[in-house]
């Protein structure tokens, strides 16, 4: 099956030119978008992260003046060997400059390569695998959204020590999902807990039955899914079905978005945990954004839907700054200016390609604590930047092993 394309153009009016225009390439700085736009995380990322981008866009149109930019969207079907098709020809034929979101840990690490090979950007959003800002880290690749540490560091700790210590896990059986458990694993381990069992279930499920009961009969008191999107939806209906909801066993997401809760309802998904990126009713300045989207989108965005907008957001402001859409220039001014919008706050770059940005701790609330539609989470705490990404002295990204090393 050949995957789906769509292409906006936007050639930003203004009466005077931009001077230094020439040096654009082509004359048109072209991102592609590519992601799952028709599957199971299609209401995390999907059409929903393309328009955030166009709306980043949008909001640019007054700084880039005369610059025309273009964005072409892709559907990968969360296959790898789509996913790389796409991006190849994107940047071989259409000359594209960046990709963004991708939301796909296997297609990520092969879009990682193709960006070494041919000198191009990448923003990632939520990608599981820590690989990729690890060993596979590039100069010019950016994780803006998470990570597997990032996801499972903050619940499984605080979980843990608290007396809830004993862990069976339901994931995903690929990278994401794989990577999600050995790194849960080992937090579990390191905060004096134990693992009492793991199951994989494949890509295409959509009966989670034996998989829940083989985790109901571990006796386990956390029952963690490390799975996301439509599966998750449907693990937890299927968690309700069998009356898994008595409180013997707290059920926990690595991967949990507002669209997830929204889609399954609070009746279903209350009381699970999670740690997420971002949440649109957090302040006044990510309500604002949500409700713009919302005109447009008929949803709140999700954390990887922002992060993608404050992505291309930055990389713009990078073209703007250089006067120009080369790689190495743009990468070297993203790298050097903190991001400050409504989706991260004064948040650097690392040397690994990470957006070090804080994360929040948060449990779905009941229909009597919802106030209003989208009204789901409580915040249980802020967890800080330095907190929630792997740190740079354990990092094995070659960009930063130097560093390091020169620092001590």
């Known amino acids: 099956m050949k995957p789906s394309l769509r292409k906006w153009t936007l050639a930003a009016a203004s009466v005077a030119a931009f001077p230094a225009l020439g040096q654009i390439s082509d004359g048109v700085v072209r991102l592609g978008v590519i992601n799952d736009q028709s599957g199971p995380y299609a209401a995390l990322t999907g059409p929903g992260s393309a328009l955030a981008v166009q709306m980043a866009v949008e909001d640019m149109k007054q700084q880039l003046g005369a610059i025309k930019v273009e964005v072409l969207v892709a559907d990968h079907q969360n296959k790898p060997d789509i996913g790389l098709t796409v991006v190849k020809r994107w940047f071989d034929v259409d000359k594209v400059d960046a990709v963004l979101d991708i939301a796909n840990s296997a297609v990520a690490l092969g879009v990682q390569s193709v960006i070494k090979e041919k000198n191009k950007i990448a923003l990632y959003g939520i990608i599981g695998t820590t690989e990729l800002t690890g060993k596979q880290c590039a100069k010019t690749g950016f994780s803006w959204v998470h990570d597997a540490y990032a996801l499972v560091s903050g619940p499984v700790k605080t979980l843990t020590r608290s007396g809830l210590d004993t862990w069976y896990f339901v994931g995903a059986d690929f990278a994401f999902g794989k990577n999600m458990v050995q790194e849960a694993k080992a937090f579990v381990a390191a905060s004096g807990g134990k693992t009492l069992g793991e199951a994989f279930h494949p890509m295409s499920a959509s009966d989670y039955s034996s998989y829940l009961l083989q985790a109901q009969s571990s006796g386990a008191k956390v029952v963690a899914f490390a799975n996301g999107g439509g599966q998750l939806v449907n693990s937890m209906k299927q968690w309700k079905e069998f009356g898994m909801q008595d409180g013997k066993q707290r059920p926990v997401a690595t991967l949990l978005s507002v669209a997830d809760v929204h889609a399954a309802g ?75 919008d409504m989706f991260a706050k004064n948040a650097p770059l690392r040397e690994d390609g990470k957006l070090a940005h804080d994360f929040l701790l948060v449990t779905v609330k009941t229909k009597a604590e919802s106030k209003a539609p989208w009204d789901y989470y409580k915040v249980n705490s802020v967890i800080p930047a330095g907190d929630a990404f792997t740190p740079l002295s354990a990092s094995e990204c070659p960009l930063v092993s130097s560093a390091v090393g020169k620092a001590k």
């Open 266 to 340: 609070l009746d279903v998904m209350q009381g699970l945990s999670a740690t997420t990126a971002w949440y649109w009713d957090l302040n006044d300045d990510t309500r604002a954004f949500s409700r713009r989207f919302f005109e447009r989108f008929k949803a709140m965005p999700t954390e990887s839907q922002a992060g993608m907008y404050s992505a291309t957001s930055h990389y713009l402001k990078a073209v703007v700054a250089t006067q120009t859409d080369a790689t190495d220039a743009v990468a070297a001014k993203m790298r050097s200016t903190p991001v400050n």
